[in-house]
């Protein structure tokens, strides 16, 4: 028997039901390897998991109630990768009257077939041939596919055409691959069944990549060339299946061929592969490309693609999921260790197979329940084809997060999305361009029917609009010669086309008039002041806050309405409930439905008018979105209420007051910034135009420190009655203190302000900044005394705070900036276009990256907080040390000495290195006779032995993977070419160790080593942020491994480059080798000589 065990789970996961029945599965997968299939990739090794968790889990009686009283088990059939083996465990359960099989995994043709013939249903998760469309659907009746399949993408495809239009296309596509075959064939079914006609059709079957083209020889020539050549004449629209090489290489010809410089020229690409979020950027250059080309930036403006998504695996629900894969991996029947795994990574990431696997036995158990449940319709629940039955057709939620759908064929239908060029947008990813997703594809419950296109952003259309798929007069102008040799006919289009034209504007206008007035008449914004849980909050957070000061937190009753509120208790940026209401009598925390914590100020009305104005206040509220401004969230209107979106870290008041908070050049910077950004947008790109109430307790700070204005807007919605207007005011003189001179004076200023009443106000935001001593400096004149000065005024020598108070470092510019914010005539006020130019040097030093910018800030406040608590200093100053020696055990002490600084290491080129590799002989046989804890004791032994050893010689030791051990001489610091004899005396000292090393658990066996040695240009430099690496790149890396895989047991493989530094050193003895074919080094078959045995003369 090919198999491993029989499984029955009831004896560790499965709760005894009683009078109920049992249902054995079968589940086919491939998890380990044998000597036939050496390299094979054992999938099952990661996810089989899924299907532990997903029986326990309806065993344990299901939220949806499948099969209670009824239990599941499984059993366990591996195949290593081969058809033969998953054909018999396919006849095995059928034989043995099994319920079901889940699998096969790599093949399932064959094993289709069979479960069919046998009436018992078949569902696969991972195997992806396409032959049901080829062959007669009663042959695979019991087959239900949960991977979607890759044709399925035809209709997106198809639904992209569709929605603009273009209905004559040409068709292009890779046939390198066989397995892009069916997909091809699958577009080209879609499009002609929805009359789409396809002008023209192009394949090639050569790899190709971009940047490798070898003019020598036609092997990765580019074939696009020829294509557009041939094409472009009888077709504006392209649709073209391929890799990213592929879709680059065709934009880049394009773009060669002068045809998108028209703007009527526009492709459709297809990809295969799962979309990579983090990465956009890789879609837009080859992977021989370092960085996005120009070139590629220009054509892609005409490209759209559509590529199959899975739900992030950083997203919750799959981060829990994966953990729980995780766990049932590790027990019985699998028990698949951690120690397969890379160490440092925290938890491991299961493949997405493991959600499919998940919903297989999910979509099995929803079947069989409705099976049981309905007895007449389906007598016996192990017919195969009356389960298939219940399963086809029906939605699901899959573990990936969206929602599934099996169709009428058996197969579950794709997530895809539609990609577009994209910039860097304003607190988006790190990432400057790439293509992102812009849209979904929305599934119809009619098979027939094409998915639905939504697009989330605006498509940029190089001509403004989508390109025509055919132009006016068509390919060949024959469509207007007749219209042109009638010069009347020529005036009545004309004048109809000026009608028509006409008529859509008005039309057009019409619309958009109508939408705004529903828009106006909408009550998005209002919410129910029952909602915002605010009693139940205060109860909460006093309990919270009393429970933190006797650090017990951790005891507290975690409600469900508040769990996202454990945050109130934070150390750092930490603002009471209590100081709030302090602060603002008016303001109010409260608890959406979503767990969203938003404040809540209360407005001093009875009763709230919604008139016209207000209303447009509020739909301008709703769709103002900037990064630097805090979200209006909605209002309430009994009581009146305005609600905003919680800032966690406090008022930029509150910082400012805050004497243990050190503010350096880099925090005041990113503050100064934030607040300029947020008035800018206010100014120029809302309807706003002016805040008229600009001061340090409207500038919000949130969890990422990053300064957000709010208080702005809404003016006739928090407008009083007159009588109370001017009553608030003369007995509010403190909250005056930021408003303009002339604003002050004026009976009835405007409520937004002006926009250089809102400059004076950031001049003393500055003022305060950098002076931390308030408003007005240590001035001990009353707030109502200033108030009087400032409405007084003077042309002369205008009243103003004292400069003495700022700090002796703030820049000229800064004062300058700040005395020219408060002349006393606002005309000679800047704006905030020149205000955002002045301030430009404050930038400088500053990093681009928003994470170093932070590590930096908070770096420094715990140098403060060194200050702060002297008696822990000296514990500080080791801690730092061992941090340091650490650093430099894992970097070059040179590389580590420019971290530790805080210095940025830019990546250098090093004209000529030595490189080193090793590994074991015959250490796949050995660790598949050992154990993986005998493994690691054989490897940590070796690896300290040559630590040791490396001690004694300028090199720097690289990594190590599995066996193989890398080191490299001549960098972080250049060492002439004495590289080449470091490197040859480590390895023969190496070689030599090895004769007295013996294996703990072998010591009969003797350990043999084969090293390859090569020199040539590296470049190196750091990668990461977290866990930096000191990296080598460039061919000498490559053409070091391979002299090392091609060398023999016990001696040195020698390159020819590094025996001529060698010969030059003199002292060491190589013997020519001969001619060596390797992998990928065509060129080194063309040399004289290429390896050595090596010793001392």
Known sequence: MWHCWWLFLSWSCIVQKTQGRVFRIGYITGSRRDTVISSYDRPGYQISGAISLAVHQINQHHPDGLLQNHTLEFDYGETFGIEDVSIKHTARYALNNFSAIIGPQETCVQEARLAS?????????????????????????????????????????????????????????NNEVESRRPTAESIRYVLEEHNIEILQTRSWNKPYYVGFEDSEEDIFQSPFDDIVKDTKDKTRIYVLVGNVDDHVGFM???????????????????YLNHYKQEDPAKYLRGVFEPSVSQKSFKAFKSFLGVIPTKRSEFHVEFREFNNEVNVWLQRPPFNFPWESYASNVPQKNVRVEAAYLYDAVMLYAQALDACLRNPTDCPDPHDGNKLARYIKGQPYKSAMGYGGYIDAKGDAQGNYSLLALKTKRSGGPDWDIGLVDIGIFLLSANDSELPTLELREEIQWPAGHPPLDEPDCGFDGKKCVELLDNPASVWIYIVAASVATIALIALCLGVRRYVYEQKLMGSLWRIDYKDLHIEELKAHLKKASLLHAHHDAGNLDHHASVDSLTFVAADIGHISY??????????????????????????????????????????????????????????????????????????LKDVLYDENLALDDLFLASLIGDCVKGMYYIHYNSSLKSHGNLKPSNCLIDSRFVLKITDYGLHEFKRKNESST??????????????????????????????????????????????????????????????????????????????????????????????????????????????????????????SNFVDNILALLQRHANNLESLVSERTLQLQEEKKKTELLLYEILPRPVAEHLIK?????????????????????????????????????????????????????????????????????????????????????????????????????????????IGIHSGPVVAGVVGLKMPRYCLFGDTVNTASRFESTGEAQKIHCSPQCKEILDELGGYVVEPRGMVYMKGKVFLTNRKTTTVKMYFR
């Not at 050893?949 to 690289?958: I, M, S």
Request: include cysteine; proline fraction near 5%; aromatic fraction near 10%.
């Open 252 to 270: 880049q010809a394009m773009d060669d061929a002068g045809l998108l410089d028209r703007q009527d020229y526009f492709v459709v690409g297809v």
């Open 902 to 1010: 805080h210095e940025r290491v830019e990546a250098e080129q090093f004209e000529s290195v030595t490189i080193f590799f090793s590994d074991i002989v015959g250490f796949t046989a050995l660790s598949a006779e050992s154990t993986p804890l005998e493994v690691v004791a054989l490897l940590n032994d070796l690896y300290t032995l040559f630590d040791s050893l490396l001690e004694h010689y300028d090199a720097y030791k690289v990594e190590t993977i599995g066996d193989s051990y890398m080191v490299c001489s001549g960098l972080p610091v250049t060492n002439g070419n004495r590289h080449a004899g470091v490197i040859a005396s480590m390895s023969l000292q190496l070689l030599d160790s090895t004769n007295s090393f013996r294996i703990r658990h072998r010591p009969e066996k003797q350990l043999l080593l084969r």
């Open 117 to 173: 013939a046998f009436n018992i249903v078949m569902l696969t998760y991972f195997c992806q041939h396409a032959f049901k469309e080829q062959l007669e659907a009663a042959h695979y009746s019991t087959f239900i596919t949960v991977k979607p399949p890759v044709a399925q993408i035809s209709k997106a495809v198809a639904s992209v055409l569709n929605k603009y239009n273009w209905n004559k296309i040409t068709f292009i596509y």
């Open 726 to 847: 001017h009553r608030i005011q003369e007995q509010n003189y403190e909250r005056m203190l930021w408003t303009a001179p002339e604003l002050l004076r004026m009976d009835r200023p405007p409520p937004g302000g002006t926009p250089s009443g809102d400059v004076y106000s950031f001049g003393f935001i500055l003022f305060e900044i950098y002076g931390r001593c308030g408003p007005f400096g240590d001035t001990t004149m009353s707030s109502k005394d200033i108030i009087t000065q400032l409405r007084i005024g003077s042309t002369f020598m205008p009243f103003r705070p004292s400069l003495h108070c700022l700090d002796h470092n703030t820049p000229e510019y800064v004062i300058s900036l700040i005395l020219d914010a408060w002349k006393e005539n606002p005309q000679q006020r800047p704006d905030f276009i020149a205000i955002t130019s002045r301030l430009k040097p404050m930038q400088k030093g500053m990093k």
């Open 578 to 651: 209590a100081r709030m209401m302090t602060d603002h009598s008016t303001m109010e925390l409260g608890l959406l439905k979503k767990k969203q914590i938003v404040t809540v100020k209360k407005v001093r009305k009875r009763h709230l008018d919604l008139t016209r104005e207000v209303r447009k206040e509020l739909l301008a509220m709703r769709e103002i979105r900037h990064d630097n401004l805090c979200e209006f969230v909605g209002a309430c209107t009994d009581p009146v209420c305005i609600v905003m979106a919680y800032c966690q870290r406090g008022s």
